[in-house]
T-cell receptor, first 115, second 115 residues
Framework: AQKITQTQPGMFVQEKEAVTLDCTYD???????LFWYKQPSSGEMIFLIY??????QNATEGRYSLNFQKARKSANLVISASQLGDSAMYFC????????????FGTGTQLKVEL | GAGVSQSPSNKVTEKGKDVELRCDPI?????LYWYRQSLGQGLEFLIY????????KSGLPSDRFSAERTGGSVSTLTIQRTQQEDSAVYLC?????????????FGEGSWLTVV
């Protein structure tokens, strides 16, 4: 079974609009962390936001917020007021206590912001 | 340096040759990871090091791949007798410690092309 599932291979959004990128996960651990990374065409993996499994509030970092629904095992990324520079590949990832502490990645969502 | 540093940034090698890829983690980070990303694909875990513990090599695809970490800092990933399917971006990452809440930061990657 996939540990991290991103069902949207590609998304389009207009500049200044908000967009939600979906991520669901599968784990039996009680303690885990969920991460989103941005990968522009240059190839660098840029950390965006983190949500801990015990955090009761949704994480926010500037224009990024994470919609964490623990019971549904979903951790969607919301980007508000999209900018052209947001065009990139976005990866959801999970780090489990029992998973050797390595990050397991989803297959990514390619986001394109249009004028 | 401020971030994870990798070298070379680009490497073209002939099939059958050995290559070494170097990673210098963020100062003070005890955990170091290697991932591989083939063209248009997600990230594949290769190996991680934590302090003086034995490395987790569970992701290495074959015995042609090896890695070492000297003095708890710099790491070298070695690929022997390279094959064309080894062509990929090799990403190094580090985190302050293990545990789900410790963010993993990535370098810009080493782009390997085997011709």
């Amino acid at each position: 079974a996939q540990k991290i599932t991103q069902t949207q291979p590609g998304m389009f959004v207009q500049e200044k609009e908000a967009v939600t990128l979906d991520c669901t996960y599968d784990t039996s651990d009680q303690s885990y962390g969920l991460f989103w990374y941005k990968q522009p065409s240059s190839g660098e993996m840029i950390f965006l936001i983190y949500q801990g499994s015990y955090d009761e509030q949704n994480a926010t970092e500037g224009r990024y917020s994470l919609n964490f629904q623990k019971a549904r095992k979903s951790a969607n990324l919301v980007i508000s007021a999209s900018q052209l520079g947001d065009s990139a590949m976005y990866f959801c990832a999970m780090r489990e206590t029992g998973g050797g502490n390595k990050l397991t990645f989803g297959t990514g969502t390619q986001l394109k912001v249009e004028l | 340096g401020a971030g994870v540093s990798q070298s070379p940034s680009n490497k073209v090698t002939e099939k059958g040759k050995d290559v070494e890829l170097r990673c210098d983690p963020i100062s003070g980070h005890t955990a170091l990871y290697w991932y591989r990303q083939s063209l248009g694909q997600g990230l594949e875990f290769l190996i991680y090091f934590q302090g003086n513990s034995a490395p987790d090599k569970s992701g290495l695809p074959s015995d042609r791949f090896s890695a070492e970490r000297t003095g708890g800092s710099v790491s070298t990933l070695t690929i022997q007798r390279t094959q064309q399917e080894d062509s990929a971006v090799y990403l190094c990452a580090s985190s302050l410690a293990l545990g789900p809440g410790n963010t993993i930061y990535f370098g810009e990657g080493s782009w390997l092309t085997v011709v």
